[in-house]
């Protein structure tokens, strides 16, 4: 993959700008899609707890910022992107932060890109950074699954 990046960075600068910018757009925009394809399913046929709902309202309020910001990270951002899309955030919103967040990104990877990437994520960083992706998701599919079965009257739930 570094082969690709480098390969890329070595393009005049407007097109590596636009690739990277082109490739994270589809790459979050990709991982937003799954996370609302993931909660379609777990929330079909039940409507989510009261704790959820509110959960749900935060991220469509803050969640444009967090997106946005997600992207000065690494591993973080699909966690992010993820979370937006399994809280069904509205993609209108949603696009209020990826866009910025993908300029930003673009604008990295296009100017000090690896070497700064490298000389930040050395060592074990990468690997609490999947920790923390893993951890993220995990509770995210707990409290869908928790949500959805206490918002199911117990009737229903003990029927066949």
């Known amino acids: 993959m570094s082969?690709?990046?480098?390969?890329?960075?070595?393009?005049?600068?407007?097109?590596?700008?636009?690739a990277f910018f082109v490739i994270v757009l589809l790459r979050a925009g990709g991982t937003y899609g799954i996370g609302r394809a993931v909660a379609a399913g777990l929330l079909?046929?039940?409507?989510?707890?009261?704790?959820?709902?509110?959960?749900?309202?935060?991220?469509e309020r803050w969640g444009p910022p967090a997106v946005t910001v997600s992207f000065f990270t690494v591993?973080?951002?699909t966690a992010v992107n993820l979370g937006a899309g399994l809280a069904k955030m509205t993609f209108p919103r949603y696009l209020t932060g990826l866009v910025p967040g993908a300029v930003i990104w673009a604008t990295i990877w296009s100017t000090i890109g690896m070497?700064?990437?490298l000389a930040v994520f050395t060592g074990g960083a990468e690997r609490a950074s999947w920790l923390l992706v893993l951890v993220v998701a995990v509770v995210l599919v707990v409290l869908l699954r928790r949500s959805i079965?206490?918002?199911t009257p117990a009737a229903?739930?003990?029927r066949d």
């Open 149 to 151: 079965r206490h918002s």
């Open 115 to 117: 070497s700064a990437f």
């Open 3 to 18: 082969d690709v990046m480098e390969s890329i960075r070595s393009w005049p600068w407007a097109w590596a700008w636009l």
């Open 156 to 158: 229903e739930r003990f």
């Open 75 to 77: 591993g973080a951002q």
């Open 44 to 59: 079909r046929d039940r409507r989510p707890g009261r704790r959820v709902r509110l959960a749900m309202a935060q991220v």
